[in-house]
């Protein structure tokens, strides 16, 4: 019923920018928290970004300043500016979403299958 699909990864030199967006897709459900967390090769995934359905946002400090994180409520939609990337950006990056179901009335966390940005100097 809910999926997420990520879209704006790729390969960008170091200082350069990207834009990543994430749409959810389906039918009966509302969205509340969304975010994009990383995950580079033999490492945890870390949060990088959220933001509330009060557009209340919270950055991971290795990425405040650099990143901006925004949302259109409208299209269902959470996107990841990435402003002065560095190589330690190189990761991939999952769209998460906590959606209220309208079939069973339960709160889900979903997850995207995670688009691929790779930094080189």
């Known amino acids: 019923q809910v999926q997420l699909v990520e879209s704006g990864g790729g390969l960008v030199q170091a200082g350069g920018s990207l834009r990543l967006s994430c749409a959810a897709s389906?039918?009966?459900?509302?969205?509340?928290?969304m975010g994009w967390y990383r995950q580079a090769p033999g490492k945890q995934r870390e949060l990088a970004a959220t933001i509330t359905t009060g557009d209340s946002i919270n950055y991971a400090e290795s990425v405040k300043g650099r990143f901006t994180i925004s949302r259109d409520n409208a299209k269902n939609t959470v996107y990841l500016q990435m402003n002065s990337l560095k190589h330690e950006d190189t990761a991939v990056y999952y769209c998460?979403?906590?959606?209220?179901?309208?079939?069973?009335?339960?709160?889900?966390?979903?997850w995207g299958q995670g688009t691929q940005v790779t930094v080189y100097s």
């Open positions: 998460y979403a906590r959606i209220f179901r309208h079939w069973d009335r339960r709160v889900n966390d979903y």
């Open positions: 389906g039918s009966r459900f509302s969205i509340n928290d």
